[in-house]
């Protein structure tokens, strides 16, 4: 069974990075491709962007000048930074597996970041 | 990029009543829809993909249809475990595009 696992800080400082790292366990990262997602409080879903195994990446467009994914399949890991963040980047962040055939069918618990001073 | 336009933004239903939603692109997107349920504080979960196939371990009381820019979900007879936000999601083009949700709740 593929579990993945995000990790990194709850809190970050305005104008900061934000960095997250999802750990896949139950399956190899060197298969379809792996999304960031994120829903701020109270509000609804929002796909930041995904990189295959490969390294190729797709960035949503609202967010593309600041963020970067990039994968480690040696760690079974991807990893999410998103810079300049403001009061704006407060969500709960999903990791999450997507194949072209079923969509995202595997996901993280989802893990918190405010950002504030 | 695409919009995804779902209605009712929220809704109140009984145990065993037939709930529909639906969910609007605002293009074509083929049969490239899935649908997600997501319960208070946790990850969205898989419910169908490409339209109207059920993921493995889903009620068959729930389905999907529609095509081309009008898509609906239905549970044919609501449990209590059914009570969660419902959102479609678009995968035909980049960015993948989310509907706002449908909000189920208790009557």
């Known amino acids: 069974q593929v579990q993945l696992q995000e990790s990194g800080p709850g809190l970050v400082k305005p104008s900061e990075t934000l960095s997250l790292t999802c750990t896949v366990s139950g399956g190899s990262i060197s298969s379809d491709y792996w999304s960031w997602i994120r829903q701020p409080p109270g509000e609804g879903l929002e796909w930041i962007g995904y990189i295959y195994y490969s390294g190729s990446t797709n960035y949503n467009p609202s967010l593309q000048s600041r963020v970067t994914i990039s994968v480690d399949t040696s760690k079974n890991q991807f990893s999410l930074k998103v810079s300049s963040v403001t009061a704006a980047d407060t969500a709960v962040y999903y990791c999450?597996?997507?194949?072209?055939?079923?969509?995202?069918?595997?996901w993280g618990q989802g893990t918190l970041v405010t950002v504030s001073s | 990029a695409i919009q995804m336009t779902q209605s009712p933004s929220s809704l109140s239903a009984s145990v065993g009543d037939r709930v529909t939603m639906t969910c609007r692109a605002s293009?074509?997107?083929?049969?490239?829809l899935g649908w997600y349920q997501q319960k208070a504080g946790k990850a969205p979960k898989l419910l169908i993909y490409a339209v109207s196939n059920l993921q493995s371990g889903v009620p068959s009381r729930f389905s999907g249809s529609g095509s081309g820019t009008d898509f609906t979900l239905t549970i044919s007879s609501l449990q209590p475990e059914d009570f969660a936000t419902y959102y479609c999601?678009?995968?035909?083009?980049?960015?993948?595009?989310f509907g706002g949700g449908t909000k189920v709740e208790i009557k």
């Open positions: 999601l678009q995968d035909y083009n980049y960015p993948l595009t």
């Open positions: 999450a597996r997507r194949s072209s055939l079923y969509g995202f069918h595997y």
């Open positions: 293009q074509g997107i083929r049969n490239d």
